[in-house]
């Protein structure tokens, strides 16, 4: 082939590389959902919702589920999702990186607004706390995911930090994994002791089955954090606004009202572990950032790192002064 239709050939694919294409829009809605289970328990769980919503937005929805907290972060970075429930932890880093923003959050069925982090043990084994904080590096323990409230951050915060404590020092072996696969772990002993939540707990008793009965049957609780806030919904900035009204409209109507229809949404809500969702906004994660930062905190004094600890008061202020502005009328 002659060499200068070779080049211009070359220079036209190029310049047909470059050129920004409009990508199609997606029909679907994508919704992810917190890994803190397995999927295939959450699918069971969620389908009813996702089908009610689909029904009621004239579109389909689909679920996106993510191995771990990162992957529900990136997809919404990448627009792969449009919103999502979080953990307050993996939320607030979808704000952040994601252009996120909190719309929703769930409510407790208890009644009791929100949850506890906790440490277990298997139950007979004679594992105390003060066993696991005495950092023999004898024990098989099991953190959550990085990017999971109650599995990591708050533990570190609230129970390794103020101690001086490094687990990838202090233990024999640290794992990281959801709640459900920590729980089952502990039970089954092949792990002394990890972190899991009062949520997931509660979630699995709800199961009502011998394998869930028999499995917090086997294990007992030996610390418990402060009281966490309940679950972020995140929904991308940049969505339409008509489709946020519609979403809206949906989420705070589902399961009100004394009808027949609304008593079954309701019993839907119950399976994912929620009352009627309520609106929320960006400043539900004041809480988390101020467990995120008096952590930091903690280890900068540890370490005596003055910058750090600047840094860490400075974020803490700066957390005072937006929920001071909240209140102000």
Known sequence: MNRRIILALAATLALAACSPSKQPERKELVFSILSAE??????????????????????????????NYTALIEAMRFKQTDLGWFTNQSGLEAVRRGNGEVFARSVNPSGVDGYEAVVIVKKGSGLTLDKILACGK???FGMGDAKSTSGTLAPMTFLFAPRKIDPSTCFKTVRSANHETNLFSVAGGMLDAATNNTA?????????????????????????????PEDPLVWRKDLDPALKKQLAD???????????????????????????????DDSHLLPVREMEATGQLIEA?????????????????????????????
């Not at 989420?251 to 609106?279: C, H, N, S, W």
């Open 38 to 67: 397995s999927q295939a328990s959450a699918e069971a769980d969620w389908a009813p919702f996702l089908a009610d919503m689909s029904k009621a937005l004239g579109r389909p929805v689909k679920a996106f589920y993510g191995s």
């Open 138 to 140: 004898t024990i098989n």
């Open 200 to 228: 997931s707990m509660d979630r699995l008793r709800l199961l009502n089955t011998d394998v869930a009965k028999t499995t917090l049957g086997n294990v007992e609780i030996v610390w418990r954090s402060p009281r966490i």
């Open 250 to 280: 949906f989420m705070f109507g589902y399961g009100v009202g004394d009808t027949p229809e609304a008593a079954r949404q309701r019993a839907i809500l119950e399976q994912i572990q929620t009352k009627p969702f309520v609106p929320a």
């Open 301 to 329: 004094r540890n370490r005596k790192d003055a910058a750090a600890e600047a840094k860490a008061q400075a974020a803490l202020a700066e957390i005072a002064r937006e929920r001071a502005a909240l209140t102000r009328p």
